[in-house]
């Protein structure tokens, strides 16, 4: 099925730790975002990715980094996890923003502990 | 900065009774606002969006949103609540401070809608 594809679904960590949160999307959309989720803080943007070969800083930036490999894959680095960063992590993508709005995935659910 | 405000942590209504879930947002430009519906355990879907035209918005799953520029609200509705539309909704609006030429979109802290039968 088209669409956004994360993985893993889950992941614990432990402080300190580094991983890497992958995903891909077939819809051949130039824009790819990286957004976490926390209870009550609704999503937050990590970073973002306008067309291949691009990668800006979003509002949360600090403590990840990002490769967008080619047109289909955005990954988002943790280099030494915190327990801070326990939360639920979304990429989506998009062609037109103000046409299609985004395409999510369906989350990764990272525990830092 | 564009920012979006969602009063309401929970909505609480009977399956068959209208439902409203509350929007409000701050913009420097013309807005541009969507809404999202999030299920346990999945990604944001969208439901609906309002970018120019009428103020009525219709969309999916028999959602519709009423555009009020006096008011800068972007409510959310329904004729007619099932128990189905319990989830977490997110009003939405871009934002060209990120984002590239396309922007991207400022998410609110999300309303959860609880249907009972």
């Known amino acids: 099925n088209a669409g956004v594809t994360q993985t893993p679904k889950f992941q614990v960590l432990k402080t300190g730790q580094s991983m890497t949160l992958q995903c891909a999307q077939d819809m051949n959309h130039n824009s790819m975002y990286w957004y976490r989720q926390d209870p009550g803080m609704g999503l937050r943007l990590i970073y973002y990715?306008?067309?291949?070969?691009?990668?800006d800083k979003g509002e949360v930036p600090n403590g990840y980094n990002v490769s967008r490999l080619n047109k289909r894959e955005f990954s988002l680095r943790l280099e030494s996890a915190a327990p801070s960063q326990t939360s639920v992590y979304f990429c989506?993508?998009?062609?037109?923003?103000?046409?299609?709005?985004?395409?999510f995935g369906s989350g990764t659910r990272l525990t830092v502990v | 900065a564009q920012s979006v405000a969602q009063p309401e942590d929970q909505v609480n209504v009977a399956e068959g009774n209208p439902l409203t879930v509350k929007c409000t947002y701050s913009v420097s430009g013309n807005p541009y606002l969507f809404w999202y519906v999030q299920y346990p355990n999945r990604g944001l879907q969208f439901l609906l969006k309002y970018i120019t035209g009428d103020n009525l918005v219709k969309g999916s799953y028999g959602f519709e949103a009423e555009f009020n520029k006096s008011q800068t609200s972007f409510h959310l509705k329904k004729p007619s609540a099932l128990v189905s539309d319990s989830a977490l909704y997110f009003c939405?609006?871009?934002?060209?401070?990120?984002?590239?030429?396309?922007?991207?979109?400022?998410f609110g802290k999300g309303t959860k809608l609880s249907v009972k039968p």
């Open positions: 990715s306008a067309s291949e070969g691009t990668t």
């Open positions: 939405a609006v871009r934002d060209d401070d990120y984002g590239g030429s396309q922007g991207n979109l400022i």
């Open positions: 989506a993508s998009s062609e037109r923003v103000l046409s299609y709005g985004y395409t």
